[in-house]
């Protein structure tokens, strides 16, 4: 808006115009301007503000009074001069309408020459505050904020312009609707019976005017089957077809109409049939023949007694030769087996092995799906299954932090015992399997499984997958198994690749704890002692060292971890496993397999694996000795190995020195007699190896029994058995 002095009327006229224009420079008023003054007057220095509704308010110096007096006009967004200066008058027929529970409609008839209306809203007409603004032009409002249901509310209105306020509008008012309200009634069924759905529901305004829809669908589905409720007996009642009623259970929910508004029951989630199985729940148990028969299993359900005699009474009373149950626990890392081991619970993983084939039928009910399933998890390791009878997506459960995204599934195979499945391989709980998942947090924590099926997106994978590294553009890799006595496990690796770190990272995978019964299971021990199944340091170093580690409950048997290279490794390196007890090496590209008897059990046997050149593979030799040397205190011999001592074999003899001592080292028979001497001098600080062939110092094989191995030195004494068979 711009404002000039116009003399266009002759000469001694000092008239004053205003003009407005668009964006465009168009004219947006008459093309000569519109005059504000034409008084016969001189008048000087106009000055214009914009009223900030598209007109302005113009002032100017005039002389028609003999003074240069201070005059001002006002001119409209549509040109009309001077609107404003009258007072704003009252808004006229505001009518308050009802919409829903939620909102309400306000009208009134349009007032002229204001900039704006005030609205004012309150649950008494005598209460009342502001509750909107409203530029001038609008003459409805829909209210949807902060509307209680069922309740009456006042509304009056006001005008505005520069002049002032007017008196507020006489009052409306309308009260929002109050939607039906209800409740599930708690149902039960039967699997394979038809199942009634009730629901209580209640209207104050229009009670006759109600309408109930149910939907239900089978637990782990998507799509609800929608079916019209009918008015008995005082509730809502809908029926589900007993085909639908199975062991996955049943979700639904309803939905109430009064014409105006519905209301969802419940508010939030959904409501669960709880369906009685038995027989048609049936757990089948596979008969095995060796310790590999055992399988991880879960209940998807509640079973009515919950101690395994009775779940699984039809293998007959509890006999370790018959049949074991066993659970794990996280607080000390260890299994129990009954009757000390933990009830059989959904959620929960379990063990079991039998010698006969059975089908289990336990009685019991369906868990509900009206909620997120929660399990319970214990720092470590924990062994957790699916609460429902179907598939549930492993992507969908709520992991607590610290939870390592990956499941492990028991295969029992001989080249892989588990089957890896990480949360990008989009895998599934599958009900009545058991699973291990890590958990390291500090504290209990809950894990939370959805009532919610794969709805056909996520493959089951029914087959023993092996897990496999992908290869990358540089690095390699080498698998490694162990068996001792017909027992083992494989499928662990190692090596360098181009996206691992030397921390760990998607390369590094746990390894979980064997099954129970007889065992032999491998490791790699990161900083914190965990044992990971994979272990792979970054592609490009001058040389890397892993920690392998054995157990085994299978004493007095050989065992042999045998080592396979999937690529070749750089040239120049070679690849050793130094024994941490005994310094023994072992080149593994050559030999490939480490070979060895087991003690006593619990055994245990640790190796530093070494890659690299010639160079590397002395230092960290020479540290380890030094790191060996330093931890001894004591003089002593360690056990032979092998112990005994088979014909046509020999064994070696370790000892262990604090520091250097002049002295022999001599076997002994149970008499007293020397038999042979393995060695005399200076004996080296640290682990030494003596080799005895078996024979005496006449050469002649030794017979049969047991021998005292002894150290005679200046002042130290040590003793060992060997045991010689022939």
Request: net charge negative; hydrophobic share 40%.
């Amino acid at each position: 808006v711009v404002s000039w002095i116009d003399g266009r009327r002759g000469e001694g006229a000092a008239d004053l115009y205003a003009q407005r224009l668009d964006g465009a420079g168009h004219l947006d008023w008459i093309s000569t301007g519109v005059n504000l003054c034409t008084a016969a007057s001189e008048r000087r220095l106009p000055f214009l503000v914009t009223d900030g509704l598209g007109g302005g308010i113009v002032a100017w110096q005039d002389k028609r009074n003999g003074n240069w007096d201070i005059y001002a006009q006002v001119i409209n967004l549509d040109g009309q001069v001077g609107a404003y200066w009258a007072a704003p008058g009252v808004p006229l027929d505001l009518l308050a309408t009802m919409i829903n529970s939620h909102s309400i409609t306000l009208t009134w008839d349009p007032t002229d020459n204001i900039v704006e209306y005030r609205i004012y809203r309150g649950t008494s007409e005598a209460l009342l505050s502001l509750r909107a603004t409203v530029p001038s032009g609008t003459t409805r409002f829909v209210d949807e904020q902060d509307l209680a249901e069922g309740t009456r509310y006042y509304y009056k209105v006001q005008s505005v312009n520069p002049r002032g306020e007017s008196a507020l509008s006489i009052a409306s008012s309308a009260t929002t609707n109050q939607p039906p309200s209800g409740e599930v009634v708690a149902a039960t069924g039967t699997i394979g019976s038809d199942c009634v759905l009730s629901f209580n529901v209640t209207d104050r305004d229009q009670p006759e005017a109600v309408g109930v829809k149910s939907f239900h669908r089978r637990g782990g589905t998507s799509a609800f089957v929608k079916s019209s409720a009918t008015f008995v007996a005082g509730s809502w009642q809908s029926t589900v077809p007993g085909s639908l009623v199975t062991a996955h259970g049943l979700q639904y929910y309803a939905m109430a109409f009064d014409g105006i508004d519905s209301t969802r029951i419940p508010a939030t989630g959904f409501a669960s049939v709880e369906i009685a199985v038995s027989e048609q729940a049936a757990f089948q148990v596979v008969a095995a023949s060796s310790v590999e028969g055992y399988a991880m299993d879960g209940l998807p359900y509640i079973a009515s007694d919950t101690r395994p005699t009775m779940i699984f009474d039809e293998l007959g009373a509890y006999d370790a030769e018959s049949w074991r149950y066993f659970t794990w626990n996280p607080t000390d890392g260890a299994y129990r087996e009954y009757p000390n081991a933990a009830e059989v619970q959904p959620g929960s993983g379990f063990w079991l092995i039998s010698a006969t084939s059975a089908n289990i039928a336990a009685s019991g009910t369906t868990a509900s799906l009206g909620h997120d399933f929660q399990i319970t998890l214990q720092p470590g390791w924990n062994q957790i299954s699916n609460p429902f009878a179907f598939d549930v997506p492993f992507s969908a459960v709520v992991l607590p932090e610290g939870t390592d995204a990956t499941i492990y599934r028991y295969s029992g195979q001989a080249d892989q015992r588990y089957d890896v499945l990480p949360l990008s391989s989009d895998p599934v709980l599958e009900p009545y399997r058991g699973y291990w998942i890590r958990y390291d947090g500090a504290s209990s924590a809950v894990l939370r499984v959805p009532p919610v099926g794969t709805g056909g997106t996520a493959a089951r994978a029914t087959d023993h997958q092996p897990w496999a590294l992908g290869k990358s553009e540089a690095g390699w890799s080498v698998t490694v198994r162990v068996n001792a006595a017909g027992v083992g496990d494989g499928g662990y690796r190692f090596g360098l690749q181009e996206r691992a770190s030397d921390d760990r990272d998607v390369c590094d995978i746990y390894a979980p704890p064997a099954a129970p019964g007889g065992f032999a299971y491998l490791g790699f021990l990161n900083g914190d002692e965990h044992r990971l199944w994979s272990d792979f340091r970054s592609a490009g170093l001058p040389g890397a060292t892993w920690t392998l580690r054995m157990d085994s409950d299978q004493a007095g048997h050989p065992f042999q971890i045998t080592f396979t290279p999937e690529q070749a490794l750089p040239a120049g390196w070679q690849l050793r496993a130094i024994d941490l007890a005994t310094l023994r090496e072992v080149d593994l590209l050559t030999e490939g397999r480490l070979n060895g008897r087991i003690g006593t059990a619990p055994f245990s046997r640790t190796w530093r694996v070494v890659g690299g050149p010639t160079e590397y593979q002395d230092r960290v030799r020479q540290d380890e000795e030094e790191q060996l040397a330093a931890s001894i205190v004591e003089f002593a011999l360690r056990p032979a190995t092998p112990n005994p001592q088979t014909k046509g074999g020999g064994s070696i003899v370790t000892l262990a020195a604090p520091h250097a001592v002049e002295g022999n080292l001599c076997v002994y028979d149970l008499r007293g007699r020397l038999v042979v001497r393995l060695y005399e001098g200076t004996i080296a600080r640290g682990l030494t190896q003596y080799p005895w062939d078996g024979r005496d110092r006449h050469g002649r094989a030794a017979a049969a029994g047991v021998y005292l191995v002894r150290l005679h030195g200046t002042g130290v004494e040590a003793t060992a058995k060997l045991t010689v068979l022939r």
